[in-house]
């Protein structure tokens, strides 16, 4: 296993084990996210760069404008539900009382 596999590996890992155990706040959830796309993209980068075709250059910024949009979603998401319930912690949302 190399050393760049094992390192991208372990910080996806890291993102989803902060998604499961710290899921507090909305905005520690969405940065766990983010850890997680950021991870992939440099992952992805890496690929398309090793395997030196032309067609798999533009994988990475398809990668990256699906997580802005994510990033971009999560964040008007947080400001909905803080302005109607009056905090971010994801304990006090329940999709039952919508």
């Known amino acids: 296993m190399s050393s760049s596999f094992f390192t991208f ?3 996806f890992t890291l993102g989803i084990m902060g998604l499961m155990l710290h899921r507090v706040h909305f905005l ?3 940065l766990c996210l983010e850890g997680m796309m950021l991870s992939l993209f440099i992952a992805i980068s ?8 032309g067609s798999y250059f533009s994988i990475p910024m398809f990668l990256l404008t699906f997580s802005a949009c994510e990033a971009g979603v999560g964040l008007a998401l947080m400001v909905a539900t803080t302005r109607t ?12 009382q919508c």
């Open 85 to 96: 319930h009056g905090t971010d912690h994801l304990k006090n949302l329940n999709l039952l």
């Open 28 to 30: 520690s959830a969405l």
């Open 9 to 11: 590996t372990s910080a």
């Open 46 to 53: 890496l690929w398309s760069m090793k395997t030196g075709t």
